[in-house]
């Protein structure tokens, strides 16, 4: 192993966060990244978060946003979504480390005796182990940014801060660097912006050793160069290491804004990194096309946290991403899965020009989620089902269509006589080349199918049509499989398998082939979409839900305005 003070070739960003939470620490890492990238340095990215879960795979989205899956099947904080987004770094489980797996892996070497009867602490045990863990990105790229989650202040994140400031003193100031994001609020009343908080903030962070080298201070106002001066007075930076961070309309302004602050110099020159201007064209037409798009289109996603956004953030982005490929401005209708279930379908979804149905676990709003895909595929309304989309839109048809009357998933009803989705007992693993065993008994966390799968397309489909190519890989999370006793009646019925594993055995697309567009997939193609790169699944069905408004004058009206 290399020992600690020499230095690679990665230099080392880090990003913390005061005041409050929830200031875009993620955004501004992966908008830093895509500056660095967009003048020829390569990048990667960590996300080290203070909470003790071990991974995010067991938290309620609820409380704590997506779980984001990488190819090698991490499931990982959402800020990985938008490291991968705004860049071309491929994100895998040694990209995000929580407390929880700090912890873990001392406790571990603890138990098998690795440090020898000493007495095993926060300082240097958990901090090494820290460090250790982002070393692990030395040699990946030029430039790795490492976000620390959680606000200065926390108790939790005290050692992860600990670490970060021993590694800078391992690899040396020219190859590492401290970002603050923090908030300078605008206090109405008083007409005027405030820099106590960030003053605190800064002086917190100072008296654990570490002084911020660039400020990124949120606000809703432009701050004046007098504001900047002041601020840079009292935590210590030049003016010039203000920067302001605006509220922007959309999300993909960030690099774009930054820039003109002259952040990407900024790090440059305190990193010692020469490269040329950078290239900005591509998200300058990306903001452009945002903005201004020529269509517009109405999906009906149907939901369970339903106006959760940060439950469904890489779904939301991938409609973006798909709007932006047909020159359209793509607006979110949420439906709620249980008033679906309650009420007429037809009067829930008036107006709405595609119906989505996302991923979920549970039985709650499941009966909705089915009369919606009855009435997409019935009235013919472009429908595109994500992983418990394509399994209910499966059940939907078995019991519709196919005369299966009771047909159900197994997660919902065990004793179903046409078991069209369940739980697979054995099946060959693709990614650990192993064959694979599950069953209702199998701890919870274990028996996902997790990560990239490779999958093979039939021609002339929607999902062929739409990829281009025979062979693809997608991103999975979830236990239950298309049942493929059931594949010959559903078929004969009308079902198209458009896409399954190289052997055959699994599932993994589904259409009905008289519709203008219905797709059930069970991967999530959402986390491969870029704003760079819309996903070819996203931009179809952004299509046929336009083409379906176009055919319709529903839409008309305020298309004009
Ligand atoms: N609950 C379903 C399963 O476990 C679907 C999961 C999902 O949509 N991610 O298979």
């Known amino acids: 192993m290399r020992p600690a003070n020499s230095h690679g070739k990665t230099?080392?960003?880090?990003?913390?966060?005061?005041?409050?939470?929830?200031?875009?620490?993620?955004?501004?890492?992966?908008?830093?990244?895509?500056?660095?990238?967009?003048?020829?340095?390569?990048?990667?990215?960590?996300?080290?978060?203070?909470?003790?879960?071990?991974?995010?795979?067991?938290?309620?989205?609820?409380?704590?946003?997506?779980?984001?899956?990488?190819?090698?099947?991490?499931?990982t904080d959402l800020d990985l979504g938008h490291y991968e987004?705004?860049?071309?770094?491929?994100?895998?489980?040694?990209?995000?480390?929580?407390s929880g797996r700090i912890y873990h892996a001392v406790i571990t070497k603890e138990r098998r005796g690795e440090y020898l009867g000493g007495t095993v602490q926060v300082i240097p045990h958990v901090t090494d182990e820290i460090k250790a863990a982002i070393r692990e990105l030395e040699g990946d790229a030029d430039v790795a940014i490492v976000e620390i989650g959680g606000?200065?202040?926390?108790?939790?994140?005290?050692?992860?801060?600990?670490?970060?400031?021993?590694?800078?003193?391992?690899?040396?100031?020219?190859n590492s660097l401290f970002i603050h994001v923090t908030l300078v609020p605008y206090i109405k009343t008083a007409g005027e912006v405030k820099t106590k908080p960030t003053q605190h903030s800064v002086k917190e962070l100072r008296a654990i050793g570490i002084q911020p080298d660039i400020l990124l201070c949120r606000t809703e106002v432009p701050l004046s160069k007098e504001l900047k001066a002041k601020i840079a007075l009292f935590c210590n930076v030049g003016t010039d290491e203000v920067i302001t961070a605006q509220d922007v309309k959309n999300i993909y302004?960030?690099?774009?804004?930054?820039?003109?602050?002259?952040?990407?110099?900024?790090?440059?020159?305190?990193?010692?990194?020469?490269?040329?201007?950078?290239?900005?064209?591509?998200?300058?037409?990306?903001?452009?096309?945002?903005?201004?798009?020529?269509?517009?289109?109405?999906?009906?996603?149907?939901?369970?946290?339903?106006?959760?956004k940060e439950s469904y953030k890489s779904l939301h982005e991938a409609l973006v991403h798909g709007g932006v490929a047909n020159d359209a401005a793509v607006e979110l209708r949420y439906v709620s899965a249980e008033d679906?279930?309650?009420?007429?379908?037809?009067?829930?979804?008036?107006?709405?020009?595609?119906?989505?149905?996302?991923?979920?676990?549970?039985?709650?709003?499941?009966?909705?989620?089915?009369?919606?895909?009855?009435?997409?595929r019935t009235q013919k309304i472009p429908f595109f089902g994500i992983c418990l989309g394509?399994?209910?839109?499966?059940?939907?048809?078995?019991?519709?269509?196919?005369?299966?009357?009771?047909?159900?998933?197994?997660?919902?009803?065990?004793?179903?006589?046409?078991?069209?989705?369940y739980l697979m007992k054995e099946w060959f693993d693709y990614?650990?080349?192993?064959?694979?065993?599950?069953?209702?008994?199998?701890?919870?966390?274990?028996?996902?199918?997790?990560?990239?799968?490779?999958?093979?397309?039939?021609?002339?489909?929607?999902?062929?049509?739409?990829?281009?190519?025979?062979?693809?890989?997608?991103?999975?999370?979830?236990?239950?499989?298309?049942?493929?006793?059931?594949?010959?009646?559903?078929?004969?019925?009308?079902?198209?398998?458009?896409?399954?594993?190289?052997?055959?055995d699994l599932v993994e697309i589904v259409e009905v082939a008289d519709h203008p567009w219905f797709l059930g997939c069970q991967f999530h193609p959402e986390f491969k979409s870029k704003p760079m790169r819309p996903h070819p699944l996203f931009r179809d069905f952004i299509a046929a839900a336009l083409a379906f408004r176009a055919a319709h004058d529903h839409g008309a009206a305020d298309d004009a305005t």
């Not at 080392?12 to 895509?34: H, N, P, Q, R």
């Not at 987004?85 to 929580?98: D, E, F, I, L």
């Not at 202040?153 to 003193?169: H, M």
């Not at 037809?346 to 009369?371: H, Q, S």
Request: proline share 4%; net charge negative; hydrophobic share 40%.
């Open 431 to 504: 990614r650990t080349n192993q064959v694979q065993t599950r069953d209702e008994m199998s701890d919870m966390g274990g028996t996902l199918r997790l990560g990239a799968y490779p999958c093979v397309l039939e021609a002339e489909t929607f999902a062929h049509r739409a990829y281009g190519c025979d062979r693809i890989e997608e991103r999975h999370r979830h236990r239950f499989e298309f049942n493929a006793g059931f594949r010959k009646p559903l078929e004969e019925a009308g079902l198209v398998i458009s896409g399954t594993s190289p052997d055959g």
């Open 11 to 75: 230099k080392y960003i880090f990003v913390t966060g005061g005041v409050l939470s929830s200031l875009g620490k993620g955004l501004a890492a992966a908008a830093i990244g895509a500056l660095l990238e967009s003048r020829g340095l390569s990048v990667t990215f960590q996300k080290l978060d203070p909470y003790i879960n071990v991974d995010p795979g067991t938290m309620n989205p609820f409380q704590h946003g997506e779980v984001y899956v990488t190819d090698d099947g991490a499931e």
């Open 151 to 174: 606000t200065i202040g926390d108790i939790e994140s005290l050692p992860f801060l600990e670490a970060i400031r021993q590694f800078r003193i391992d690899v040396g100031r020219q």
């Open 85 to 98: 987004r705004y860049t071309t770094a491929v994100m895998a489980q040694k990209n995000n480390y929580t």
């Open 253 to 308: 302004e960030v690099p774009l804004r930054f820039h003109e602050e002259g952040l990407d110099d900024k790090i440059l020159e305190l990193l010692n990194i020469w490269t040329g201007a950078p290239r900005l064209q591509p998200w300058q037409e990306l903001v452009y096309k945002i903005t201004h798009p020529a269509k517009k289109t109405v999906i009906a996603i149907i939901g369970k946290y339903v106006d959760l």
């Open 390 to 421: 394509m399994q209910l839109a499966v059940v939907e048809f078995a019991r519709n269509v196919a005369g299966m009357a009771d047909a159900n998933s197994t997660e919902f009803d065990r004793a179903t006589t046409h078991p069209v989705i």
């Open 340 to 376: 679906l279930e309650e009420k007429d379908a037809g009067a829930l979804l008036a107006g709405c020009d595609g119906i989505l149905v996302p991923g979920g676990f549970g039985t709650r709003g499941v009966r909705g989620k089915i009369n919606a895909i009855t009435y997409a």
